[in-house]
């Protein structure tokens, strides 16, 4: 291996979510660090106002179903649908969310 040639990384790339924990549940993710980079992350205020629906269960099924192929949670899914339905008509909507 030359000098200009990255080492292969240790860590295999994954075609799921379940696949990575499968995977990282056998192995030290201390014996990887080397693999990752740093990021900052931007933790926000927690929205102060929650709301309570019920659903049938194949709905929430449903619901699961296409939050899961969007790679989110099912409720992280429903306040998008929530605010995009409420996007004011010039299309503006103000920067507070909570």
Known sequence: MNRTEQPAPRVPPFKSREEAAAWFDTHDVGDYLDE??????????????????????????????????????????????????LQPPNGRRQAQRN
């Open 36 to 85: 990752f980079k740093v990021v900052e992350v931007k933790v926000e205020k927690n929205l102060s106002r929650s709301l309570n629906v019920r659903l049938a269960p194949e709905i929430f099924a449903e619901l699961q179903q296409q939050a899961d192929a969007k790679g989110i949670g099912a409720s992280t899914l429903v306040r998008m649908w929530i605010l995009e339905h």
